[in-house]
């Protein structure tokens, strides 16, 4: 998929210090790392997802060599060292950064496991390809893809997050499908996952078994 076709063209927007973060990560990585992607509840709102309140910190997600590339850019910033994280549901490469007063979380080869299945978040050979370019006057930025939060959500059982975020896919499911495709290929169990998705998004799943 052509990322620019889904694009966002900045009419949606953050709180200034929240903007200005984004702004500074992305001048500081210099264009010499590409592969990482905003997530959580700003590349929520950003995809017009509603939420209820303005998020309050940064979600940067890459793969373990990006992740690593990008802890040495934005050393300036850290407020804690690099160190793997490992939960009964998560594990990740985590780090820790601060601009401006935002709160930014760095999370480096994510692994979401529940007893149902596992997830990878695979970002510079599939979620990338699926990338929403968020683009403003002075910088553009790549978010993660909707199918992407939708399955994260589902996983963890944020049933308020999972809603709303099928309520935007739902208004147009062509534009998610693929995307979709990419994160099930990651999943240890896609027919769950493909079971739970269709009781949110039955057309979404329609394009899915074209």
Not at 14 to 34: C, F, H, R, W, Y
Not at 118 to 128: C, E, K, M, S, V
């Amino acid at each position: 998929m052509d990322p620019n076709v889904n694009g966002a063209n900045g009419m949606i927007s953050l709180s200034e210090p929240i903007m200005g973060t984004i702004e500074q990560l992305v001048a500081s990585a210099n264009n010499d790392i590409k592969h990482w992607m905003l997530g959580g509840s700003c590349g929520l709102v950003l995809q017009g997802v509603p939420l209820g309140r303005e998020p309050r910190d940064v979600d940067i997600y890459a793969d373990e060599p990006d992740a690593k590339q990008l802890q040495e850019k934005w050393n300036p910033y850290a407020t804690d060292a690099p160190e793997w994280n490992a939960t009964s549901t998560y594990h990740s490469l985590l780090s820790h950064y601060q601009i401006c007063g935002v709160p930014i979380e760095l999370v480096g080869q994510f692994i979401v496991t529940t007893p149902q299945c596992q997830y990878n978040t695979i970002i510079r050979d599939a979620l990338w390809n699926h990338r929403i370019i968020y683009n403003v006057d002075r910088f553009s930025i790549a978010l993660m893809p909707l199918a992407h939060e939708l399955v994260f959500n589902i996983l963890r059982q944020r049933e308020d997050r999972t809603a709303s975020i099928a309520q935007v896919i739902n208004a147009a499911p062509e534009q998610h499908f693929a995307a979709m495709n990419a994160v099930l290929a990651n999943c240890s169990e896609p027919a769950y996952i493909r079971s739970i998705v269709n009781e949110r998004c039955p057309n979404l799943m329609a394009f899915l078994f074209v």
